[in-house]
C-alpha cells in the first residue's frame, strides 16, 4: 500500500459547485495531516491543517478519521481560482518529513 | 511576508557534473528540507535538517547527495556527479518547529535542475 493515495483526478467542476477529494494513508502512527495546494510548476503551499475533530476555513472543510486512515477535503462554491493540484500530505512517525500524495487536479469552469 | 529563497531558479548540467542548489531559509526557522518533484510525478522527500545534522533522509539521497549549511543562513544542496534522472524540481523548506507539531512548512519557488 502506497504511503499517501489520492484520486488523481481530474476532477471538472463549474464555478459554484461542491467538489470533495479523498486521501488514505498507510502509516497508523501518523501524527499531523495537512493538505496543501500546488498550481502549475509553482511550489506547494499550505491550504489548512487537519485535526481529529474537523476544521473548517471558509469555503474549506477537512475532516480526519483515524480509525479508517482516512482525509478529505470539502470545497464548497467552487471559484476559478480554485482550479490547482490538491496535495494530501502526512507527517512520517518520527516527525521529520512530510510525506506527500501525488495530489488531485481540480479544474474550475465558468 | 518572510520567504524561502532558492537560487538558482533554473540550471541546466551536463551529465556527471556537480551541481549546488541554494537555500535560504526563513531567518528564524530550524528545521530545513529538500524535496524534489519530477515532472508529473509526486513532491518527493530528501532530506530533512536540525541542528547543524541530517535528521532523517530517504532512499532517494543516496551518496551522491549532501547538505550543507555553510553560514547561518544558506543551506545547499549538492549533487556530485548528476545522471539524466536528477532532472526534476528540487524545492527547499523550512520550518520553525518540528513537524511532528503539525508546523507549517514554508517551501521555495523551487530550482528547476535540467542533465542534459
Known amino acids: 500500500r502506497k504511503e499517501v493515495e489520492q484520486d488523481p483526478g481530474p476532477f471538472n467542476v463549474p464555478e459554484g459547485a461542491t467538489v470533495a477529494f479523498n486521501c488514505t494513508y498507510s502509516?497508523?502512527?501518523?501524527?499531523?495531516f495537512f493538505w496543501y495546494r500546488q498550481d502549475c510548476r509553482k511550489e506547494p503551499k499550505l491550504l489548512m491543517s487537519?485535526?481529529?475533530s474537523g476544521n473548517e476555513d471558509g469555503r474549506f472543510t477537512a475532516q480526519l478519521n483515524r480509525a479508517s486512515q482516512y482525509i478529505s477535503l470539502l470545497i464548497r462554491d467552487s471559484k476559478l481560482s480554485d482550479s490547482a493540484t490538491y496535495l494530501c500530505v502526512v507527517i512520517n512517525q518520527a516527525g521529520t518529513a512530510l510525506i506527500f500524495g501525488k495530489g488531485t487536479t481540480l479544474s474550475v469552469s465558468s | 511576508e518572510p520567504e524561502v529563497t532558492q537560487t538558482p531558479s533554473h540550471q541546466v548540467t551536463q551529465m556527471g557534473q556537480e551541481v549546488i542548489l541554494r537555500c535560504v531559509p526563513i531567518?528564524?526557522?530550524?528545521?530545513f528540507y529538500w524535496y524534489r518533484q519530477i515532472l508529473g510525478q509526486k513532491v518527493e522527500f530528501l532530506v530533512s535538517?536540525?541542528?547543524?545534522?541530517?535528521?532523517?533522509k530517504s532512499e532517494i539521497f543516496d551518496d551522491q547527495f549532501s547538505v550543507e549549511r555553510p553560514d547561518g543562513s544558506n543551506f545547499t544542496l549538492k549533487i556530485r556527479s548528476t545522471k539524466l534522472e536528477d532532472s526534476a524540481m528540487y524545492f527547499c523548506a523550512s520550518s520553525e518547529m518540528s513537524g511532528a507539531l503539525g508546523d507549517e512548512a514554508f517551501f521555495g519557488q523551487g530550482t528547476r535542475l535540467t542533465v542534459v
Open positions: 531567518s528564524n526557522h530550524l528545521y
Open positions: 535538517f536540525y541542528n547543524n545534522e541530517i535528521s532523517e
Open positions: 487537519v485535526y481529529s
Open positions: 502509516n497508523s502512527a501518523s501524527q499531523s
